[in-house]
């Protein structure tokens, strides 16, 4: 059994679920925010006797001590019962939700695409650019702070247009783009003090990269952010830019392996910059980054490649 961990608004699950049921894998999706009101659980503990976890999903009762892989994609948050009205409960029953649930994940005897533990810690920002920085990947200068003067001393040193930033999360709901710091934007620099912000060199280029890796497999396509009319963040015109597949040197090709080792990560969506000189830079990964958009324009089979691992583990 393959449990995906996601929502059926994932078009990326949605993908992979279809092509795994045309090969007639047994699948199942998780969706997290449907616990604990339309999920039930039941994980059992006995004497000299192996565990057993189980849950009904759809109306079916799947038993999860079968699963084999987990897809760790796009976990939601618990969706509690609307009956409880009281702050302090929702707390304590959200509490002992994420208990049970991280509980069951801990107990399946399964490979993980990507162990939850580790995709936490691999999608902090600040260790990623660590990480990267020891494995002579090239990456921009960089301050993360709250402190409003030690931003303005970072911006003075990048000079003009030198400094882009952008926080360190955005979802569909709050979307959050990165942006290039503009002259009249220091005089709000003081709103730092409420929460830090990643402040970075702007590295200038007209080329990004998306480099999706599955295992050892590596799919870099060149998105020409050049042409479009955002320049700092490829995400606002991606759907307008020229985009194809890339060939990335071997030395580069071995870095991003090496890192995606370190961090524990068998999935991830690297984001790269070319600069005209030829320099790679590493901005950061995504464990759960999306690639149908690479996949439609280039042609490279990242979801049959991502189905066949999870396969292959499956059968292991």
């Known amino acids: 059994m393959i449990l995906i961990v996601s929502h059926s608004a994932d078009t990326h699950a949605t993908a992979v679920i279809e092509h795994l049921g045309r090969l007639g894998a047994d699948v199942v999706l998780f969706d997290t925010a449907r616990f604990p009101q339309d999920i039930r659980l039941e994980i059992r503990h006995e004497n000299r006797a192996r565990s057993s976890s189980s849950a009904v999903i759809g ?10 892989v ?3 994609r796009r976990p939601q ?9 009281d702050s302090e409960d929702r707390g304590f029953a959200y509490g002992e939700c994420h208990a049970a649930i991280t509980g069951l994940w801990s107990c399946l005897d399964a490979k993980w695409v990507n162990n939850p533990e580790r995709d936490e810690v691999a999608a902090r920002k600040a260790y990623q650019l660590k990480i990267a920085a020891e494995l002579d ?3 921009p200068r960089t301050l993360i702070t709250n402190d409003p003067e030690s931003a303005a001393a970072f911006i003075d040193r990048e000079g003009a247009n030198g400094t882009i930033y952008k926080a360190f999360s955005a979802t569909e709901r709050a979307w959050r783009e990165t942006r290039l710091l503009k002259p009249e934007e220091r005089a709000h620099l003081d709103a730092v003090r409420f929460a830090p912000v990643i402040f970075q060199e702007h590295i200038r280029a007209d080329i990004d990269l998306r480099v999706t890796v599955i295992g050892d497999q590596i799919f870099p396509a060149e998105i020409i952010s050049g042409e479009t009319e955002y320049l700092v963040d490829f995400r606002m015109t991606m759907d307008a830019a020229r985009i194809s597949a890339h060939v990335l040197p071997d030395e580069i090709a071995a870095k991003l392996r090496a890192f995606m080792r370190a961090l524990g990560l068998v999935y991830g969506a690297i984001d790269l910059r070319l600069t005209p ?21 280039t ?4 979801t049959s490649t991502l189905v066949d691992y999870l396969l292959m583990s499956d059968a292991d």
């Not at 000189?277 to 149908?292: K, M, R, S, T």
């Not at 042609?299 to 990242?302: A, F, H, L, N, V």
Request: aromatic letters at 14%.
């Open 299 to 302: 042609g490279q089979p990242i």
């Open 70 to 72: 987990v897809w760790w």
């Open 137 to 139: 990947l090239k990456i």
């Open 59 to 68: 109306g079916v009762r799947r038993d999860l001590s079968a699963v084999r």
């Open 277 to 297: 000189d030829g320099e790679y830079v590493f901005l950061e990964v995504n464990p759960a980054g999306q690639w149908l958009f690479i996949e439609e324009r």
């Open 77 to 85: 948050p618990f969706e509690l019962h609307q009956d409880l009205a």
